[in-house]
């Protein structure tokens, strides 16, 4: 599943990361005199069972609540509640899936539902605080040094250099034939013709 892929394939230095910014989410929002803030204990307990769950290389992650529950040993409601935390928070989505029922009736049900196809998502406030703590420059950042490593690269190119990067073929042959014109044009100093 696509999905999988994209959201659920992150390093293990990022799978820390997200969990340290996800504790430190639930410590900003648990107001004073309060036992836990928005995620709560078994929201991060859930949280964490899924991060460490989830396939490394292709991101696959479907428990059932039970088998959640089983292992980190909570009620299925308890689970159930707390997974609803955190798609309400930011941190979880999910998709429901069916398969159908063979040799089912015209007037039974005709499909049943399997686990959830879980995706792991972060608030934009967890991803900049992720970001941080891996020290990865932001986009704004990134895009900057990029341009200025492009005006860096057509600063020191070569006529050369520039044709070589077009894409086109057909533009490039062109380039080339107004580069030999022009240079056959103006020849360098000491070899020039008289007219």
Known sequence: MSLWRTHNTFPKTEHNARMRAAEAFE???????????????????VLRCLLRLRGRKDGRLDPTYQWIADKIHKSRSAVVEAVARLKACGFLDWIRRCVPIE????????????SNAFILLQPPTVRECVRRMLRKPSEFVRAVAEKLARQKKLD?????????????????????????????????SGHTEAL
């Open 156 to 188: 020191t190119a070569t006529v050369d250099d520039v044709i070589a990067e077009v894409q086109s073929p057909e533009l490039r042959a062109i380039l080339a034939r107004v580069r030999a014109f022009v240079d056959s044009a103006n020849p360098p």
């Open 103 to 114: 040799d089912a009736l015209p007037d039974e049900q005709q499909s049943e539902q399997i």
């Open 27 to 45: 410590h900003e929002t648990k107001l004073p005199g309060k036992r836990n803030g928005a995620l709560g204990s078994i929201g991060l307990d």
